[in-house]
């Protein structure tokens, strides 16, 4: 099993930034891709963005990319999601997510575990 908690979230103005942060435990963190995906009130949980094992590797929705940037550290057991010109559109619960070994999973929107998610309110 694989134990995520994420923390970061809250609330910020149109054109502000966040960072949020997903701690692991439980097993080998270098082992798994990592991962963001978000929900917003009324739909279906999306993809965000994701990152291979050693971190050489990322790709984003078409929605965050150039906005968004996703980082991990190995010696940490922990990934990051740092969100810059955040738009109301953004406001949703972030979820962090873990997969074993590429991440295909993900980018298929599928991952192995899920964090319990925190809650981004972007205000206009």
């Known amino acids: 099993q694989v134990q995520l908690v994420e923390s970061g979230g809250g609330l910020v103005q149109a054109g502000g930034s966040l960072r949020l942060s997903c701690a692991a435990s439980g097993r080998t963190f270098s082992d798994y891709a990592m991962g963001w995906f978000r929900q917003a009130p009324g739909k279906e949980r999306e993809f965000v963005t994701t990152i291979s094992r050693s971190g050489g590797v990322t790709y984003y929705a078409d929605s965050v990319k150039g906005r968004f940037t996703i980082s991990r550290d190995n010696a940490k057991n922990t990934v990051y999601l740092q969100m810059n010109s955040l738009k109301p559109e953004d406001t949703a619960v972030y979820y962090c997510?873990?997969?074993?070994?590429?991440?295909?999973?993900?980018?298929?929107?599928?991952?192995?575990?899920w964090g319990q998610g925190t809650q981004v309110t972007v205000s206009s």
């Open positions: 997510a873990a997969a074993w070994g590429s991440t295909t999973t993900m980018r298929g929107g599928q991952s192995d575990y």
